[in-house]
Each structure stands twice: as structure tokens, then as C-alpha cells.
């Protein structure tokens, strides 16, 4: 009897079965032949367009410096690199300092006008940086006396050392003032959803309420404020229409300066691919900084409760209450005032028809832009979800890299390969059936929809793809077994329930395109003016009060922009 | 309807250690209906997944039918199978009306038959009037139907349900397991079901079958599953058993296959047992462990005190521990002597 097992555990093994899971070749063969399914390989061709610029440079790398680069490296090139670094350094800090501390006022504590605040805070993100600069375009004149005084007082070396300071600080809180909004509605959100149960949990264990800020809250959102901060150094780099306005010239205006004025195209490349390793280190940065666990995402989403908010006493609510009017008033409410009164000013100087096209023109390219960039989105998410394989998960993430890519480095990347194929297959087919010699790629419509594709496709797939992943995925799998191809699926099932984040995507897309600067001053058709470009020209040549027209009405399309960020940087569900 | 048969299926998750269905077998006949039990984990749902085409099998063969459905060379996009499948959560379109998502599948139907078809489905479960509801609007028990409804109206060849009773309440879900019985045998389906509930299985299917790891390990009738487990798993699956010596048990079960049970040792259900307070004939000693109300009886936890002399050695593998129903008139307490003998 002490023989006996204990009756479980039927481990018998049938000989020959197969126990090791298929080998790599087997797998690698089959993702492949998975391929021929239409939604992988629209993916995979998407995919493919999407990081043709960025290969482009990367090869480029490899390729014979011109006989410029060498002028470029030795006198160019280190100032270049100097006033980015300084400037994306003090506009970093400057948002930081704005940001985190009105994110944790508006999220933990009750003060005058905190519900304004709130929302209010955000507007300055309606005005891209080049307009923000505009508004405030003779600010440099208005410190001329001051810059006299020094120089008559203390020397002209003093001047020389006063005016710059004074030109960098300028330019880098007119940039901080537009920007820090990024900063504020994530480290907020992480402030007054993630954190707020262990907010509460600490001051039950003793800390006071500042103690519990750098203990608990700081480095919760931590990751939170990181990603934010990264969003605003890489809209620094990509910044042309202010650093040039005010004479920085940062790696994106030497990049426009190499291309246009220097005519050397390989000289950009060196200097765009230089540009987004940094920015490429950023982003790795940003990923690491988020730990193992990803612990700003902790806890289920659905037992998030917000924090319960902290009355401050009178003095230090008026206190509060005047920290966030400072950003709100210097990132919103002086420019755009500004920007209204020159408006109305000089609004009838424009004659009706020019203005007329010039709507028309940027309405037609955003749209058509906005067309492009939601569909591809869509595509990529929607193949990521019915795709069987592997191999388009790394697809999408690597072809939504663009939206870290300067402009400017785009709009390289993009003419390079379309001015060959307009110099090289495209002339040839041109002569051989006597054609007129025209450019069918650089230089139109079609260059200027790619370099948007590129730019813009992850502003679009990721509200796409967080509505999809909050769509079960039994709906699909219902739809199919019910005799719906997996197209039909998308159109009948997945479409209708994702209104939500397809809309946000749609407005987030429109209002992108339309403020887009740097590529489309590259990449326009020759002649072709957006309300952004018309802008950008009219304030270089000085006619500030003219600019104030296209600028304020960029504006305000900015702030329809604003109402799905607002909500996306919540990390809000769009279903 | 068809019936569904299944050869040597085989799944292996690139992460996972072991296969999650591992050369798996299975027939099943025309409209009958088949309960896969097993745990989480236990590779049920990626076979019902790899049936309906939403998972492609490492190899083996799933025919439908005639139609072959999957093997090593080809596989039928899962709209073109014919198959319904009833999910855990109903996976109801939140978009369309209880008649529209009935009406999803049956878009080769007739606008005018397609009508009658609902208005048909709906009064199969019991929902007739509710076309017009959202799914929002539907409690879990409605939703469920619904779901079903929705599988059925398209006659598929084959029907798979998913777990459909796990996100109900208690009586819901008895409830809701005897229609659904009703329903199932009305519509004359070939139905395999997977299930973590026994009593799910047991209440619905023709045949059960025990999953674990990724294989069989006993396929047949529900009353014979019950009462001759082929291992401890299975026996323990169905409800409280337990590991008497095979001398004392001798003739109250069915003589299981040799080698199967472990040597020397039957297992026995505590209704098999009668309980005595006093000693008499051939009653063996046991010491009382452990008691539980369960309303109408008392369930005693108990070890032999013959066995090795006393219940010191809490040794399952030489003294198991036994369960034993209670329903006379003096209350149990841990520590009294009460004798069983087979009924």
C-alpha cells in the first residue's frame, strides 16, 4: 500500500510528438507568405514611403562630402550647434519651471479662477512658435534705450555680451511661454489621475503637503513631465520661423541655409542626419527614462479616482491664482491681443481676392493633407490589429519615427530622391516622347503630401491605434464569423465605433498641416502661399502689422486644434 | 449542420514554454454537443480560436464537414467557414440594435426573409420585441441570448460557445444554462462548448471532454466522466472524491482500466458512502477534521484512523483525506469517530 502514487498527474509523453515549437526558418517563412495578405502589405509599403527620407539621409551619410562641408565643419557648424544647445537647454528649463508647478496648482489645490486656469492654461499652444514670435516682433526695438545705456556706460564689449543675452533670452521665452503647455497637461494629468491615491496615502503617513510633492508626486510624473519636456525640445529643434526671425541660427536654419543659399545638398544631409541622431537619442532617452515597469501607467485606468483638491487660504490662493496668469498672459493673451489689434489695423491693406486664394490654397492643401495622413493612419493601425505576423508592429513603430524629424530634415530627405527621379527617369521619359520638360515630383503637390505623410503620421496613428486597442478585439473576430472580409470588418464594425478618436485625429491632422511651416517653405510649388507661409513672408520683410491677418487666423484654427489634444494628453478614452 | 473533426491540431505560442494545444484529437457528431472542461490556461480557447480561424494551427487538420478547413498547405479565412461563435462577453456590436446585430450575419438572405428570420431568432430566446434595443440597454442574461441569437441566425455549419455563462450571477446563469440547453437542441446544432464550470458542461453537453495543458484526457458521457474518472484531475473536476483502498471499495465502482488510478487505490463520490455514528461489520474508522454547513447536510472532512493506526500522518499520498456528507440529526464537531461503509 506505501507503494501507492498519489492518482494524478497522467504525464505520459506519446513518443514522437512534437514538443519544440516550429524553428526560426519555418517562422520566417511563413511571416513572409503572410505578407501576400492585402492589409500587411499595404502596411509594409506604407511603411516602406514613410522612411524613405530617413534612409535617404542615413545612406547620404556615406556618400562624398561636398567640397563645402569642410568650410561648413570648421566655421559654421559649432555655432550652429552651440545656439541649439542653448536653447533647447534654457527653453527646456524655462517650460519645466512654468509647467510642473501650475500643473500641480491646477490639479491638487482650489484657488481663484482654477477652473479657467484649467483649460486656460493650454492656449498658448494655439499659436506655433513663429507667430508667437511675430506677436512679439519689435520687442527687440523696445529695449534699444536699454541696449544704448549699457553701451554708453559700459563699453561696447559689454554691449556686445548684454545684446546677446538679451536676444537669447528673449527668443527663449517667447518660445518657453508657447511651449510649456506640453510640459503642463501631462505632468497634470499624471499629477491629478495616476498619482492622486498615493498623494492621499502619503499625507495619511505624515508628510506634509511639500514634502509629499518631491517624495511621491515628482517622481511619479516623472515620466509624465519627461515625455512633455521632450516634445518641447524636439518642437525647439524643429522651430525655424522664430530662431530666424530673431537671427539664431540654429542646426534648422543652417540646414535651410547649407540647402538655399549655399546650394549644397550633401552638406544638409551631414548636418540633417546629425540632427536626428540627437533627436533619436532624445526619444530613446524619453523611452528609458520610463523604467521597466512603465509605472506611470500603474493601476487599472477605471479606479482612477482624481485627487480631492486642497484649499488654499486666501493669500496664497491670490498667489496661485497670479503664478498662472503669467504663463496664460505672455503665451496667449498679450500675442494674440497684439495679433488682433494690428489685425484690424491692417486688414484693409489685404485685397479681397488675394485673401480669397490664399484661404482657398491652404484649405485645399490641408485638407488634401489631412485626407493623406488619416488614411495612412488608419491603414497602419488597422493592419497592425487584423495583421497574423509579427513584422508589422515594427513597421508602424518605425515608420511614425518621422514625427520626432525636424522639418526641415524631412523636407531634405524628401527632395533628395524626388529631384532625382525628376532629373533622371522622369526627364528621360519626357524627352524620349518629346514632352515639355516639367517637374512631376519636386517642387509640387505630391513631394509636399509625402513630406506631411512622413511628418505627420504618428500625430494620427496614435489616436487611432489607443481607440482601436480600447475596441474588444471579439467585435472583429464576431464580424468575421458572422462573414464580413476583414475590409468590410473596418468599414462596418471598427469605423463606426472609433468616431471619437478618428475625429480627434482628423482635427489634430488638419490643424498640424495648416500651421506647418518649415516643409512647406521648403517643398511649396513655386508661387503657392498657405496662410503659414504668407505669414512667415510677410514678417520677414518687416510688415508685422500686415502678418497679424494670416497669423491670427492660424491661431484660431489652432485652438479648434486644441480641444482633442487637451484630451488625448489626459490619456482620456476615445471610445 | 456538420459534424466537426479535428486531427492531431497542434499550437505552439513563440513565448509560451509548452505547446497550448498539443497534437489534440477530437470528433464530433453531427448536431451533438461537446463541453471541453478545463482551467484557464489549459489551451481550451486557442483550440475554439484555431475552429473558428482566428488562430492558425502549427499543423494538424480541422475539418468541417466535408470541408477541410485547415492543414499544413491551406486555411479558410474564418467569414468562409460557416462556423458561430458565441464569445465570454457577447461581443454585441454597441453600434447596432439587437435586430441589426442579428441581422449582421444574414446579409445573403432576403430583406423580407431576412425580417422573419430575426423575429424567428428572437423568439428562439425568448427575446421577441426586443429589436429595437441597444445592447447598452440589455442586462448580462439578455446580452448572452442575444449573442446566441446572433450565431445561430446564419445556420452555421458549426456553433462554439466561449465560456458564455462566466460573467452572469449564480441564479442567472442556471437559468440561463437550461434555455440555452432548450435552445441548442431546438435548432439541432453541432455545438462545442468550453467551459472552466463544470456544472456548465454537465447541465449542457452530450459528451464532455477534460482538457489540461494542451491534451485530452478523458472524453465521454457526462454520468460516465462522473462516476469513473480516469485520474485524480478528472476526479476532482467534478466534484469532491475520494481515494479509498481498492479492498475496502471493491464492487461500488465500475473496475477502472488497470494502471490507471494508481495501484491499490478507487476513487469514490461521498454520496457512494453511507456514514454511521456507531462502528459495525465491515465500517472503517475515521476522525472528523473539519466541518461545513451546506444547508440541507453537513460536509465532513474526515481521515481514516484505520489506515496507519491513527490520523497523525497527514500524508495524502498514504492517508488521504476524505469528504463525507452528514445529514443526520446530531451536529459533527471536529475530533468525534464516525464509520463509512460503501452504500
Redesign the interface.
Known sequence: ??????????SVT?PG??????GTWA?IRRELRMLRSPWTATAALLALVVSIPILVIVFNLFSDPGENWEHIRELTLPGYIKNTAILVGVVGLLALAIGVPSAWLVATCDFPGRKIFAWALVLPLALPTYIAAYAYGDILQAIIPLQVWIRTNWGVDAFIIAEAILRYGTVSLILASVLYPYVYLSSRAAFSVRAASSIEASQTLGHSIGSTFFRVALPMARPAIIAGLSLVMMEVINDFGAVSFFGIPTITVGIFRTWLALGDPSGAVRMSAGVMVVVLVLLLAERLSRGRAGFSELGSRSNHQAARLRRLPKGRGILACSFCMIPLLFGFLIPAGRLSIWASQSFAKFHFGDFQELLVTTLAIAVVGTICVVAGALTLAYAERVS?TRLVAPLARFSTLGYAVPGAVIAVGIMLPFGWLDNHPVAAIQERFGLERELVFSGTLVALGCAYLVRFLAVAHQPIRSGMENL?G??D?????????PTATLF??NL??LTGSFFAATILIFVDVLKELPLTLILRPFNFETLATKAYSLASEGRLPECAVPSLLVVLVGIIGLIPLNRLMEGRRHV | MSSLKIRSLTKHFRTAERPAVDGLDLTIPEGSTLAIVGESGSGKTTLLRMIAGLEIPDSGEIRIGSQLCSDASHMVAPERRGIGLVFQDGALFPHLTVAKNIAYGLKKLRRSKRHSRIEEMLELVGLAGYGSRYPRELSGGEAQRVALARALAPEPKVLLLDEPFSNLDTTLRKRLRDDVRNILQTAGATCLFVTHDTEDALAIADEIAVMRKGELLQIGEPAALYRNPCDAYCANLFGPANRLPESFMKGIMAQPAPGQMGEGWMWTRPEQLEVLQNSGGDAIEVEVTEVRYVGERQEVKARCTALNGSTETEDDATNPELTLYWQGRDDIRPGNRLWIRPK
Open positions: 500500500m506505501s507503494s501507492a502514487l498519489p492518482a494524478a498527474e497522467s506519446r510528438k512534437l514538443r519544440r515549437p516550429p517562422r497574423p474588444c471579439n467585435l473576430s464576431a464580424a468575421r464569423l458572422l462573414g464580413s472580409s462596418k464594425v463606426p465605433l
